[in-house]
């Protein structure tokens, strides 16, 4: 690989899309030539990088031809057809969407947690659901030095997890709700302005948890390579423009102290303490917006578990960034074919 690589954003139109091209250019990400691919739809437009003017173009079987990196957030079903397609034109894919995370051979990264697996990739490297990222930046350094046997959390997701088009569904619904008219769902399955609702992702019949839900159990045991940790979810879309906050409750193994996880969390890479009780100052959305960090805040004793074993704690982070469009551009920092090159 070029140490200029030729880089493909596959969704550039989209949420994501648009910090991927914001995150390639403020890390100085050494960009060779951008391809700005979305569907056929966005065929013409055009976006701006680094002064240059881009012109969108439809995806297809051709549009990996001397590719080296092929970023992808153009949704499951996009990543499932093409991204193969890019892997046998050469370039390594770095994909936000869930088609491949749970694939054995397909390393699932958060590089302040697994940057070691990235080397073990065959073509395709995936980037974890962002309501798990969010919760396992923090977790893990504790895990390390004193192992979380159970993990519960809920979230307070924003409309940005859903997208440009759910984005402007909470704005319009809000104007319309203030200006006393009636606004019909379009993107989203109820009511947005002034409510909240259960994630908008199937429901297993069995277990009664919704995807986004069984995607976070699954992907931290796979990250954390441990099969055993508990993890119980509840995912929440609240009415938030930008970044996903989560309440976290957690048990480990031995006795854990709030000054403990203080002093492990100021150390930890990705994360920023903002718990200031004085000033009743804790983790926000509108905070986290924009920024690379995971949020850390209200930590504090699980006073339900009299054991000393647990600790509650409140985070809120970008999930366009660190979510997904950050976490994408540190994996392509760390792929080994740069460093060969
Ligand atoms: N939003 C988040 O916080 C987040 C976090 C992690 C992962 N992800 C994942 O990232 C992906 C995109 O999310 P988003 O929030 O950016 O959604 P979005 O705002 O709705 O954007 C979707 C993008 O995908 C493109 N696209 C859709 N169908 C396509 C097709 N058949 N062929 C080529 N391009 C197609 C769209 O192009 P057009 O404009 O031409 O339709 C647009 O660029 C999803 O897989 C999502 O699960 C999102």
């Known amino acids: 690989m070029k140490n200029d690589a030729v880089v493909a954003i596959v969704g550039v139109t989209g949420a994501v899309g648009a910090e991927f091209i914001a995150t390639l250019d403020r890390r100085k990400f050494p960009v060779g030539r951008l391809k700005a691919l979305a569907s056929a739809r966005s065929a013409g437009k055009t976006v701006g990088f680094r002064g240059q003017t881009i012109t969108v173009e439809a995806l297809d079987e051709r549009s990996f031809d001397g590719v080296d990196i092929a970023l992808f957030s153009a949704g499951g079903g996009t990543s499932r057809t093409y991204a193969p397609i890019a892997v046998r034109a050469g370039a390594v894919v770095i994909d936000n969407s869930s088609a491949f995370r749970m694939d054995p051979d397909v390393p699932l990264v958060i590089p302040e947690i697994n940057a070691q697996r990235i080397r073990e990739h065959k073509g395709i490297i995936a980037v974890p659901n962002c309501s798990a990222i969010t919760a396992l930046v923090p977790l893990w350094p504790i895990h390390r030095q004193n192992r979380i046997k159970r993990v519960i959390l809920s979230t307070y997701q924003a409309a940005s ?181």
């Not at 647990?310 to 366009?320: E, H, R, T, Y």
């Open 161 to 341: 997890g859903g997208g440009a088009a759910a984005m402007d569904e909470l704005l319009q619904s809000t104007r319309a709700s203030l200006n006393g008219e009636t606004y019909p769902p379009k993107v989203l399955p109820h009511p947005y302005a002034f409510n909240l609702f259960s994630h908008n992702t199937a429901i297993d019949p069995e277990t009664g948890y919704n995807d986004e839900e069984t995607k976070v159990i699954r992907e931290t045991r796979k990250i954390f390579e441990d099969d055993r940790i508990a993890v119980g979810v509840t995912c929440v879309r609240v009415p938030v423009l930008r970044a996903h906050s989560e309440a976290i409750t957690f048990e480990c193994e031995r006795p854990i102290t709030e000054d403990e996880v203080r002093a492990i969390l100021a150390e930890a890479p990705g994360v920023r303490i903002v718990d200031d009780r004085a000033r009743n100052t804790f983790p926000m959305p509108i905070d986290a917006s924009g920024q690379d960090d995971v949020l850390v805040g209200r930590i504090r004793r699980d006073l339900s578990d009299p054991s000393g074993h647990s600790i509650a704690m409140f985070v809120a982070a970008d999930q366009l960034l660190k979510g997904a469009a950050l976490n994408a551009v540190q994996i392509a920092e760390l792929l080994p074919e740069r460093a060969m090159a």
